[in-house]
Protein backbone atom coordinates (compact mmCIF):
# COMPACT_ATOMS: atom_id res chain seq x y z
CA UNK A 1 0.00 0.00 0.00
CA UNK A 2 1.02 3.51 -0.73
CA UNK A 3 -0.19 6.59 0.71
CA UNK A 4 0.45 9.96 -1.85
CA UNK A 5 0.11 13.56 -0.44
CA UNK A 6 0.79 16.68 -3.19
CA UNK A 7 1.43 19.87 -1.92
CA UNK A 8 2.72 23.06 -3.98
CA UNK A 9 -0.30 24.06 -5.32
CA UNK A 10 -1.53 27.49 -5.44
CA UNK A 11 -2.66 30.63 -7.40
CA UNK A 12 -0.05 32.57 -9.66
CA UNK A 13 -0.14 34.68 -12.62
CA UNK A 14 0.35 33.85 -16.23
CA UNK A 15 4.17 33.58 -16.92
CA UNK A 16 4.59 31.95 -13.32
CA UNK A 17 6.14 29.39 -11.72
CA UNK A 18 5.33 26.43 -9.29
CA UNK A 19 6.22 23.06 -7.95
CA UNK A 20 4.02 20.08 -7.26
CA UNK A 21 5.72 17.54 -4.56
CA UNK A 22 4.17 14.32 -4.14
CA UNK A 23 4.94 12.94 -0.73
CA UNK A 24 4.88 9.13 -1.19
CA UNK A 25 4.39 6.78 2.48
CA UNK A 26 4.61 2.66 2.33
CA UNK A 27 6.73 0.34 0.94
CA UNK A 28 8.47 0.58 -2.15
CA UNK A 29 8.25 3.59 -3.66
CA UNK A 30 11.29 3.31 -5.89
CA UNK A 31 10.36 0.61 -7.65
CA UNK A 32 6.42 2.56 -8.30
CA UNK A 33 6.07 4.20 -11.80
CA UNK A 34 4.34 7.61 -11.08
CA UNK A 35 2.67 10.13 -12.97
CA UNK A 36 1.01 13.54 -12.77
CA UNK A 37 -2.59 14.01 -13.81
CA UNK A 38 -5.13 16.91 -13.93
CA UNK A 39 -8.83 17.54 -14.14
CA UNK A 40 -10.88 20.39 -14.81
CA UNK A 41 -14.36 20.76 -13.92
CA UNK A 42 -16.70 18.86 -16.58
CA UNK A 43 -13.16 17.48 -18.67
CA UNK A 44 -12.01 13.90 -17.92
CA UNK A 45 -8.34 13.45 -16.04
CA UNK A 46 -5.89 13.40 -18.17
CA UNK A 47 -1.93 12.83 -18.37
CA UNK A 48 0.34 15.61 -17.51
CA UNK A 49 3.57 13.54 -17.50
CA UNK A 50 4.79 10.35 -16.31
CA UNK A 51 8.37 8.86 -14.98
CA UNK A 52 9.94 5.29 -14.87
CA UNK A 53 10.43 3.96 -11.03
CA UNK A 54 14.64 5.29 -11.85
CA UNK A 55 13.64 8.64 -13.65
CA UNK A 56 15.60 7.39 -17.06
CA UNK A 57 12.48 7.79 -19.10
CA UNK A 58 9.59 10.98 -18.68
CA UNK A 59 6.77 11.43 -20.99
CA UNK A 60 4.53 14.47 -21.61
CA UNK A 61 1.68 15.42 -22.90
CA UNK A 62 2.24 17.80 -25.86
CA UNK A 63 0.99 20.86 -24.24
CA UNK A 64 3.12 21.10 -21.21
CA UNK A 65 6.45 19.85 -23.65
CA UNK A 66 9.22 22.55 -22.80
CA UNK A 67 7.30 24.02 -19.73
CA UNK A 68 6.95 21.29 -17.21
CA UNK A 69 9.44 18.68 -15.59
CA UNK A 70 8.78 15.87 -13.78
CA UNK A 71 11.19 14.25 -11.88
CA UNK A 72 11.77 12.00 -8.41
CA UNK A 73 14.09 11.72 -5.86
CA UNK A 74 13.64 7.63 -4.30
CA UNK A 75 15.82 8.45 -1.42
CA UNK A 76 13.05 11.36 -0.29
CA UNK A 77 9.95 8.87 -1.86
CA UNK A 78 9.16 12.53 -3.38
CA UNK A 79 7.84 13.09 -6.78
CA UNK A 80 8.28 16.59 -8.15
CA UNK A 81 6.12 18.05 -11.02
CA UNK A 82 8.10 21.80 -11.99
CA UNK A 83 5.43 23.95 -13.55
CA UNK A 84 7.36 27.18 -15.52
CA UNK A 85 5.64 29.34 -18.05
CA UNK A 86 2.25 28.95 -16.73
CA UNK A 87 -0.95 29.15 -18.70
CA UNK A 88 -4.59 29.49 -18.25
CA UNK A 89 -5.27 26.55 -19.72
CA UNK A 90 -2.91 25.15 -16.79
CA UNK A 91 -5.73 25.79 -14.12
CA UNK A 92 -7.04 22.75 -12.54
CA UNK A 93 -6.70 20.26 -9.95
CA UNK A 94 -3.23 18.22 -10.04
CA UNK A 95 -3.19 14.36 -9.02
CA UNK A 96 0.12 12.38 -8.51
CA UNK A 97 -0.26 8.44 -8.95
CA UNK A 98 1.48 6.10 -8.58
CA UNK A 99 1.78 1.83 -9.72
CA UNK A 100 3.98 -0.91 -9.29
CA UNK A 101 6.08 -2.75 -8.75
CA UNK A 102 7.40 -1.80 -12.25
CA UNK A 103 10.63 -3.28 -14.25
CA UNK A 104 12.93 -1.36 -16.22
CA UNK A 105 12.28 2.01 -17.95
CA UNK A 106 8.12 1.21 -18.47
CA UNK A 107 6.23 4.58 -17.71
CA UNK A 108 2.05 4.83 -17.92
CA UNK A 109 0.04 6.80 -19.88
CA UNK A 110 -3.91 6.10 -18.40
CA UNK A 111 -5.84 6.41 -15.23
CA UNK A 112 -6.76 3.64 -15.35
CA UNK A 113 -2.97 2.00 -15.35
CA UNK A 114 -2.35 3.47 -11.34
CA UNK A 115 -3.16 1.92 -8.62
CA UNK A 116 -2.85 4.82 -5.92
CA UNK A 117 -4.00 8.25 -6.00
CA UNK A 118 -3.38 11.53 -3.84
CA UNK A 119 -5.53 13.64 -2.81
CA UNK A 120 -5.27 16.33 -5.47
CA UNK A 121 -3.86 20.11 -5.28
CA UNK A 122 -5.34 23.49 -7.21
CA UNK A 123 -3.83 25.19 -9.51
CA UNK A 124 -4.90 28.44 -10.80
CA UNK A 125 -3.28 30.54 -13.24
CA UNK A 126 -4.86 34.04 -14.08
CA UNK A 127 -4.38 36.32 -16.79
Known amino acids: QVQLVESGGGSVQAGGSLRLSCAAA????????MGWFRQAPGKEREVVAA????????HYTDSVKGRFTISRDNAKNTAYLQMNSLIPEDTSVYFC????????????????????WGQGTQVTVSS
Open 97 to 116: AATGPTFGGSIYYGATDYDY
Open 26 to 33: GRAFSSYA
Open 51 to 58: ISWSGSNT
